[in-house]
């Protein structure tokens, strides 16, 4: 079946990311729409029309169009899942669907946790440092990553599901810094092994946080005294 989603992301935008993931692990074709939020290009009247809140990541699918990465990732194997048999990313019975609607609910927080740490708008934006006085709510993000994992290979179960996305955006932000605690959280690092395995990491993960992390770190040293 021919697909025609186009997809609105940045690069570094690490909800972009998650939905990219999505896609590529769906293998369903898409177009892709770089928006540079650097360069305020998802301030147009145009991108409003698509994103009403003009935020990455946003796609259009024939009529629809959606923004919210999670929505999006949740919609995209709803509608694509079972033609790619690949429904099992977020399944259809309402029992696992929940389970697995529960952590993309989860998942939020413990980014926040991370972000209250790494500070990326801080950093970037407004002339502050890594809060490396917030790194025991970064430690206990991965703390609960961790009792995740301890009965199975994913954070949702024994297969990889849309949760995993979004748990590992949040724990990539931790590449930006000299973070170097992983040691104390090895089903966590097992985990990284695997989502690092996955075909489509370099594009979607490896490429954009290096360009990510040498800017954070740019930022940083240009404003150390
Ligand atoms: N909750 C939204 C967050 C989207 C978001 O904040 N995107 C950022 C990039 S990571 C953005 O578009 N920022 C531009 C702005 O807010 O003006 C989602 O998960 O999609």
Not at 13 to 27: H, K, N, Q, Y
Not at 30 to 50: C, L, M, P, Q, W
Not at 155 to 161: S, V
Not at 170 to 175: F, R, V, Y
Request: with cysteine; glycine share 4%; hydrophobic share 35%.
């Amino acid at each position: 079946m021919s697909c025609n989603v186009d997809f609105y992301y940045f690069t570094v935008s690490p909800p972009s990311r998650a939905v990219w993931m999505t896609l590529e692990e769906l293998g369903i074709k898409y177009n892709e729409h770089i928006v540079d939020i650097s360069k305020g290009e998802h301030k147009t009247a145009d991108y409003k029309k698509i994103s009403f809140r003009q935020k990455v990541p946003a796609i259009k699918d024939g009529d629809l169009c959606l923004a919210e990465s999670r929505a999006i990732a949740a919609y995209l194997v709803s509608e694509y899942g079972a033609q790619q048999k690949k429904q099992y990313l977020y399944p259809q019975e309402s029992k696992l669907r929940a389970k697995i609607d529960q952590h993309l609910y989860i998942g939020e927080n413990i980014f926040d946790q991370i972000q209250a740490y790494v500070n990326v708008g801080g950093v970037l934006f407004r002339g502050e440092k890594t809060r490396l006085e917030k790194v025991d709510e970064a430690k206990a993000a991965l703390g609960s990553i961790e009792f995740m994992l301890e009965d199975h290979a994913y954070t949702a179960g024994d297969k990889l599901t849309i949760a995993d996305f979004f748990y590992y955006i949040a724990i990539q932000l931790l590449s930006l810094t000299d973070f170097d605690e992983f040691d104390k959280f090895p089903k966590v690092v097992e985990w990284k092994k695997k989502m690092q395995s996955l075909p489509y990491h370099k594009k979607t993960c490896d490429e954009p946080m290096t360009k990510f992390r040498q800017y954070y770190q740019h930022v940083l040293s240009s404003k150390k005294e």
